[in-house]
């Protein structure tokens, strides 16, 4: 009985993998593990064929797959779910929870005798354990089959390729052919891609005739808006990544009335962040005379308005992560806009699951940054639009990640195919490409000293954060440490703005005065409008305070102002020639149409050069008269100064990726957590690499010690789940240590030295003896000085 149960155990027990580094045959016996205990239910849809029928399967979370079984051995059978269509692996749960289903019915024996025939019947089905590909399989073909198949075999005797022909041929079928439900999908997208081409190309002919009497929108569309908007409609699903100020929003909106006439189109939902909602308002009446619903209130008031829904429908992507169920079954978009959907980036966050939850035939992604530090943010933003393209997640790891024995990520490799992808999906034009349409922009960098006060506060920080960088340099930090230097870079960071962020009785803000006269000389223009950037709010009440002073009224913008009144405060600096300033944070740093303004101003500098665009493009974008005077605040020979470099490294990254400019063999990636390594790097310099990770718990624990005691930890253990350490040290401090450590996990036991010595005499001797015999050293000084720590061993 025993031996039994120890099977069973096995055979339930999910496929340990080490990192990303998944081989096929791995992913394929995860699929194998789910199908035996993700199945609630197998129903034979033809139970007269015996296993080589069609099934319905029943999942565990409530969906109905339909799977075709042709071959009990091979990657042949098929199945309707997105991971089938998109893995490669000619396999899922649902078709091995089907064939796990049959083998425990007829049994092991009578599985395998199966196995050796074939289907009764002859198989036209596409493969899908590679590219897409109709083929033949099952039976010996028939007279009849072969000259009814005859029209529609290529040269090599294999199925041709041909989605129309595979269509006819779905038409009739001989008595004995099965030709597969599945094939429905593919046919369909290969038919769509065609018309989608032969459409845009009558599209963009007939608007190059026309010209600027193209009346898609009330406005003019430049040549190049014409063909974003173009790309947008008849892609169905694409990417427009567009450099920030290009006027992606009115191309989308272009292309929205574009299929309301081709295709028919009546409900469009656009997902923004909140900062924009009103911005899209605003440009939709601007551009169009179709109906708008404004999603906001409880929600009892969002449900009425997605029951009676407008063309345009405005929501923000925190109602879309609580409403995304009620959108798609009240609503029931025909297109779903994503305005910088940057935000989906992080693939395994709620949002991004929820967001891509919507359903609709059309999807406009909107970026200028679809990728900001790392190549998966682009994987999870594709992946919305067409999963085909990169395929599950353990297949873009392996084509464009170089990954180490771990399967950690150390490197890339294949950016140049990545890029000819996202080709296929995205459109992407640079200032630069249409620079004869855009007005110039010009930059200055003031580099302001710290004062005394200032400094040496600064200074207290950043020695906090060297001796943890020591540290990292001899071993891995611990994440109580990771936390607390990620604390001190930021603190950094504020004082080098003020330190009034910290402390509201140190005032003192030389950047303040050197804002000052850059302001005097910019507002002498009488016209001119102004934006401020700081990432810290404490900082803009300080400019607030200034331009009261000054005389000049100031918008206020800022992560915890109400909706609507932010939507007031957008409003009042466009139309009140008084408002000259907007002080805003990095809320206001994407979506906002403020080219009313002729001057930016970033107080302090992101990590990210996205984030550094998003705050300018505000004001230089399409649509701007005036040259762009931008303005950049650095706190000489501090961390502010090392960010200019970081940003300069990750613009090349993004412009290798999404632009194809630069030598994708001199593109590296940081190993490790590489936001915390640039940090670092910011701090000590391009010389020094640090190592950071996370630690075991009982790992964790023995160098928090080591930090504390040092060489007075003599010994440490893990022994039964429990930590051993022994410390030669005062008792009142063992006792002190084992109160501070009496909730940790795992539990710990702290012994003096004389104490472990005599009960190693005692074990030796045989008097005693550890119930639990099997030891892991984790610390260990022998008389020689050597370190065995990591060691398993016999006590």
Not at 200 to 216: M, N, P, Q, S, Y
Request: with cysteine; net charge neutral; charged share 30%.
């Amino acid at each position: 009985m025993a031996k039994r149960k120890t099977k069973a155990r096995k055979v339930l027990e999910k496929p340990q993998v080490i990192g990303w580094h998944t081989s096929d045959a791995d992913e394929t016996q995860i699929r194998q593990w789910r199908g035996r205990t993700e199945i609630a239910a197998v129903e034979a849809l033809e139970p007269r064929f015996g296993p080589y029928g069609a099934f319905r399967v029943h999942s565990g979370t409530g969906g109905l797959y339909d799977v075709e079984i042709r071959d009990l051995e091979s990657r042949t059978n098929s199945c309707g779910c997105i991971d089938h269509r998109v893995n490669g692996l000619g396999t899922c749960k649902h078709i091995e929870g089907v064939l796990f289903a049959l083998k425990k019915k007829m049994g092991a024996r009578a599985f395998v005798a199966a196995a050796a025939k074939s289907s009764p019947r002859a198989e036209v089905f596409l493969r899908r354990d590679g590219e897409p590909a109709p083929a033949l399989g099952g039976a010996a073909l028939s007279a009849d089959m072969r000259a009814f198949l005859k029209p529609f075999l290529a040269r090599h005797g294999l199925l041709a390729s041909d989605p129309e022909a595979v269509a006819r041929l779905l038409e009739g079928a001989p008595v004995g052919l099965r030709i597969s439900r599945h094939f429905g999908p593919w046919i369909e997208c290969e038919q769509r891609r065609a018309q989608r081409e032969q459409a845009r190309t009558k599209f963009l002919a007939a608007a190059e005739a026309r010209g600027a009497d193209f009346d898609v929108v009330k406005v003019p569309l430049l040549p190049y808006q014409r063909q974003g908007a173009a790309h947008l409609a008849f892609s169905e699903r694409a990417l427009l990544a567009d450099e920030m100020g290009l006027g992606k929003t009115i191309q989308a909106i272009a292309a929205c009335e574009i299929l309301a006439r081709e295709k028919g189109i009546e409900r469009v939902l656009v997902v923004s962040p909140t900062s924009v909602k009103t911005e899209w308002e605003e440009q939709i009446a601007r551009f169009t005379d179709r109906d708008i619903r404004f999603v906001a209130g409880l929600y009892p008031e969002r449900l009425k308005l997605y029951q009676s829904p407008a063309f345009f429908t405005l929501v923000n992507y925190e109602q879309v992560v609580r409403d995304a169920d009620d959108i798609n079954r009240l609503l029931k978009p025909d297109v779903v806009i994503l305005d910088e959907a940057q935000r989906i980036k992080n693939w395994h966050t709620k949002t991004a699951r929820r967001v891509k939850s919507l359903a609709s035939a059309y999807a406009f992604v909107l970026t200028g940054t679809p990728l900001e530090n790392r190549i998966d943010e682009t994987y999870s933003i594709v992946q919305y639009l067409d999963p085909e393209l990169f395929g599950p997640l353990f297949r873009f790891n392996r084509d464009f990640y170089a990954l180490d024995a771990r399967g950690r990520p150390e490197g890339y490799k294949n950016l140049d195919e990545m890029h000819r992808r996202l080709s296929g999906v995205m459109l992407r034009r640079r200032k630069r490409d249409v620079e004869d349409e855009l007005p110039g922009r010009t930059e200055q960098t003031f580099f302001v000293p710290m004062v005394e006060d200032q400094a040496q506060r600064y200074g207290d920080y950043e020695y906090l954060a060297r001796r943890l960088a020591a540290v990292a340099q001899r071993r891995p930090l611990t994440k109580e440490e990771f936390d607390r230097l990620q604390q001190y870079l930021a603190c950094m960071r504020m004082i080098c703005d003020t330190p009034a962020i910290l402390d509201p009785d140190c005032r003192v803000c030389p950047k303040l005065e050197e804002l000052e006269g850059v302001l005097f000389e910019l507002l002498e223009e009488p016209a001119r409008k102004v934006v401020i950037f700081s990432e810290w709010v404490k900082m803009l009440e300080l400019v607030r305070e200034l331009a009261g002073e000054m005389g000049v009224d100031c918008a206020w913008h800022t992560g915890d102002v109400p909706q609507l009144r932010r939507r007031a405060e957008i409003t009042r600096f466009r139309e009140d020639p008084q408002c000259r300033l907007f002080l805003s944070s990095d809320a206001g740093a994407t979506g906002l149409n403020l080219q009313m303004a002729s001057a930016v101003i970033n107080l302090d500098l992101p990590w990210n050069p996205a984030k550094l665009e998003q705050r300018v493009a505000r004001a230089w974008r399409k649509g701007q008269k005036k040259v762009v005077t931008v303005v950049n605040f650095v706190t000489e020979n501090s961390i502010e100064h090392s960010i200019l470099h970081l940003l300069t490294q990750k613009q090349t990254l993004a412009d290798g990726v999404l632009d194809g400019t630069e030598d994708f063999s001199k593109i590296t990636m940081p190993s490790g957590r590489a936001a915390l390594i640039e940090r670092m790097q910011a701090v000590l310099g391009d010389g020094e690499q640090i190592r950071i990770r996370s630690l075991p718990p009982e790992e964790a624990l023995v160098e928090e010690i080591k930090a504390r005691h040092g060489a007075q930890l003599v010994h440490a253990e893990l022994r039964a789940q429990r930590l051993i350490l022994v410390l030669d040290t005062e008792p009142s401090l063992i006792d002190a240590e084992l109160a501070r450590l009496a909730t940790s996990t795992p539990q710990v036991e702290i012994l003096d030295r004389a104490a472990w010595q005599m009960l190693q005499r005692l074990t030796a001797t045989g008097l005693i003896g550890f119930t639990e015999t099997r030891t892991r050293i984790l610390q260990q000084s022998d008389a020689n000085g050597t370190d065995t720590s990591g060691q398993d061993m016999a006590a």
